[in-house]
């Protein structure tokens, strides 16, 4: 949709900080003061970047190709026999299944509950404050707080199943994220709750950047509501709903503190790669296999962040 | 930001960025502006010092609750009143995700900093064995337990568990027993049983019970570990003794036909086990008996005074089925880490763990037995009564689970091999992940 791009750049919070867009074009000799000041003024957060995130990046990556399964360093180069060993390892075969299960019921939700709250709070309702303080509450509790609350709540033998029991809706009742098979699924709402308050408000300021008019020549053209959605506002809040599957992602991916409250679960079914890597890497010391996993988590995380880093990039050249 | 010019917003940034940079190299977390002041404030502290530090003893634990408070303080004031005027610092660290969890990875950090405690709690034999003993940062204590004694009163099996290429690494300080039963005097008697002495005898009661809708075993494995704990006591009877203790020193193979049908006991055992196992959580399986929900609790002997503690009496012990003779134990010691500060003050720490005077001081409050076969019995109640008898006797053989008999990542592989069992019942495969994690951890070739 080419609609899209007019609205860019005011809709992708969180990206704004990237790269300043000073012109080019006047830079000649004369600045050589400025260049010295600013490379002082750069030095330490570049070098702290470069040694603490991508000096380690590197270690790690190292790490995970070579033999080193005790507390003792052991540098020994292996290849990929690491990686190798790695794929065939069923806990871990299971966490990409959770992952994968987990990415699409954690993005769902917060996609879609964040749109339709946004969307409700939009349409000019009585104390939109209060309601849109409730809707963000979640994001300001911690991982683990609400994994132990939702524990308690989708624990089988009382919480939610209680609940509906004495309502007469027993048969709403589920073993939650104690079954074997979906119980990651279990998890996802748990994450969503505390997420979708904050996807809300990516998108409500995506709603509040479409301009009246826009809508107004929509109606006068004779789109109904339904058609207002599907053809003007969705399409301009593509690079929020963008940025939205871009954090859901990149939360899929390093996912820990709820899955390491709710515990791996029957035959690893809540599992998730980074509580894997943890327990490899500090339970049982086994660095080499961590670091395999640890890599793998940063090169999905490439994956998603890499196409949003350059449609930015796009966005500010044109 | 626009109106500023650039170069005044980069001067800006330049001062503050050399503000942040005197800040970071001033000393220890003093602001800035105080940092004249410093040098003045640290003099009278740097003195003291020296003279405090060659006087501590610092010592990490895991023991943060009731009972196990007041035993490591039985411990300390023994040290306290024989070697007066060292300062005892207690690092004793609670929570984590396994035993002592939270401690181990702070004492991990200090390990490999170079900046070990003068001593830690750790479980004797693999658990120490496989990680510092095995990274040359603990010394052997042969020489300690020759000036002790301690050869003549810790029985043979338990200094073997503790020693690599024959020398013991770490001081026992009390005996925990893993393969017990633990069951409810009400039911067996309903079904007019006696408790079972094997596994043959185990599956009729638990036919019998199964008749009156009453699940046998409680089973709790919303994550791993419980499951692998009662497998073990499945292992020990089908294997015997000596070939079980030779699965963790290269003499039997895990490849071995008896894992198989240990495996076979387990899938079979699991029907009849309280049907929620896999949402019940280990801390949460002795409420299952005092609930009348199972028959027993097949675990170690921290159980009774759990059970005493929540006024419930009606229960009886045995060894596990097919267990009778068979000790298998797990120990809480501590070792002597290289480069410590205070070397004298540690090995001090290790004589009182070890001394008949400390050892019943800690173990009647931790609710386990001492190491030593020499221990005043009175001191203690009429279960541990039974099992120092039992300990004097006994052939021993190391827990898995409870780090005695492998190094922990062995331990962890096992738990989850049997998790994941616990829910697919596939005995093949599980065979298959325990022989890979037995090579994995250098068990076998």
């Not at chain 1, 699924?185 to 408000?201: D, E, H, K, N």
């Not at chain 2, 292992?235 to 008896?258: A, C, Q, R, Y």
């Not at chain 2, 003050?345 to 400390?358: F, H, T, Y």
Request: a positive charge; proline letters at 6%.
């Amino acid at each position: 949709m080419p609609v899209s791009r007019s609205n860019g750049t005011a809709t992708t919070p969180g990206g704004g900080a990237a790269a300043p867009t000073s012109a080019p074009k006047r830079r000649k000799l004369r600045f050589r003061g400025d260049l010295v000041l600013a490379i002082l003024v750069l030095m330490p957060s570049i070098v702290a970047v470069a040694i603490f995130i991508y000096f380690f990046i590197a270690y790690t990556f190292y790490v995970s190709v070579v033999r080193w399964p005790t507390l003792l360093p052991d540098y020994t180069f292996v290849g990929l026999e690491n990686w190798k060993r790695m794929f065939q390892d069923m806990r871990f075969q299971i966490d990409l299944r959770n992952l994968v299960l987990y990415a699409a019921g954690f993005m769902t939700q917060c996609i879609v509950i964040g749109f339709l709250l946004a969307s409700l709070l939009d349409a000019k309702i009585k104390s939109e404050a209060l309601f849109r303080t409730i809707f963000i509450f979640p994001f300001a509790v911690s991982g683990i707080v609400t994994g132990v609350v939702w524990r308690w709540l989708m624990f089988p033998s009382s919480g939610l199943n209680q609940l509906f029991e004495m309502v007469g809706l027993g048969f709403l009742k589920s073993k939650w994220y104690t079954d074997p098979t979906w119980g990651i699924l279990a998890v996802t709402i748990a994450a969503a709750w505390q997420f979708s308050g904050y996807i809300m408000a990516l998108y409500l300021a995506g709603l509040r950047g479409i301009s009246h008019e826009l809508k107004e020549a929509a109606a006068i053209d004779g789109a109904n509501t339904w058609n207002l959605y599907r053809y003007i506002i969705i399409p301009l809040l593509t690079p929020v709903t963008f940025t939205a599957v871009v954090l859901t992602g990149m939360g899929s991916i390093r996912v820990f503190d709820i899955p390491a409250v709710l515990g791996t679960g029957a035959a690893f079914s809540t599992d998730a790669l980074a509580f894997h890597m943890f327990q490899l890497t500090f339970q049982s010391n086994k660095m080499s296999s961590g670091a395999v996993i640890a890599s793998l988590m940063i090169i999905l995380a490439a994956f998603l962040i890499g196409p949003y880093l350059a449609s930015l990039h796009l966005e500010e050249t044109q | 930001m626009k109106q500023l010019n650039r170069r005044q917003f980069l001067k800006m940034g330049a001062l503050v960025a050399g503000g942040a940079a005197l800040a970071s190299c001033a000393p220890a977390a003093t602001p800035a502006p105080a940092a004249p002041a410093a040098p003045a404030e640290q003099k009278p502290a740097e003195p003291a010092k020296p003279a405090a530090g060659a006087q501590k003893l610092e010592i990490f634990s895991w023991w943060t609750s009731g009972g196990e408070i007041e035993a490591l303080n039985g411990l300390f004031e023994v040290y306290k009143k024989r070697y007066p005027g060292v300062e005892i610092v207690n690092a004793a660290i609670a929570g984590g995700t396994s035993s002592g969890g939270d401690m181990k990875a702070v004492l991990q950090t200090r390990m490999m900093g170079g900046d070990p405690p003068e001593s830690f709690q750790v479980h004797l034999g693999g658990e120490l064995l496989g990680s510092y003993v095995a990274a040359g940062q603990m010394e052997d204590l042969e020489f300690l337990y020759k000036e002790e004694g301690w050869d003549k009163v810790f029985p043979k099996t338990l200094i073997e568990i503790a020693s690599a290429d024959g020398k013991p690494y770490s001081v026992p300080v009390n005996i925990h027993r893993s393969n017990m039963m633990w069951y409810s005097k009400k039911l067996l008697d309903s079904v007019g049983a006696q408790p079972p002495k094997n596994w043959d005898e185990w599956f009729v009661l638990a036919e019998k019970l199964k008749a009156k809708g009453q699940p046998t075993l409680a089973i709790a494995e919303s994550g791993a570990g419980f499951t692998a704990h009662v497998f073990e006591t499945m292992m020990i009877p089908v294997l015997g003794p000596d070939k079980f203790t030779g699965l963790f020193n290269g003499k039997t193979s895990w490849e071995d036909k008896g894992i198989a049908d240990a495996l076979e006991i387990l899938k079979r055992a699991l029907d009849y086990a309280n049907p929620d196992f896999l949402n019940v959580s280990w801390g949460d399986v002795n409420d299952l008996l005092v609930n009348g929900k199972v028959g027993m609790i097949i675990q170690g002997d921290w159980t009774p005074g759990v059970l005493w503690s929540k006024k419930f009496e009606d229960f009886g012990w045995a060894p596990a089925p097919g267990n009778d003779g068979i000790y298998q134990m797990l120990s809480d010691s501590f070792g002597l880490p290289k480069k410590v500060k205070n070397r004298e003050a540690a090995i001090n720490w290790l004589r009182v763990c070890g001394s008949k005077e400390g050892q019943d001081a800690f173990n009647p409050a931790k609710g386990s037995i001492p190491a030593r076969i020499d221990a005043d019995i009175t001191k203690y109640g009429p279960y541990h009564k039974w099992a120092m008898e039992a300990w004097k006797k006994d052939k021993l053989v190391p827990s898995i689970v409870h780090g005695a008999a492998a190094k922990l990542s062995f331990m962890t592989d096992f738990m989850n091999a049997i998790n994941v069992f616990a829910t697919k019942k596939d005995v093949a495969a599980t065979h298959a992940a325990l022989v890979k994690a037995a090579k994995d951890a250098g068990l076998q070739k």
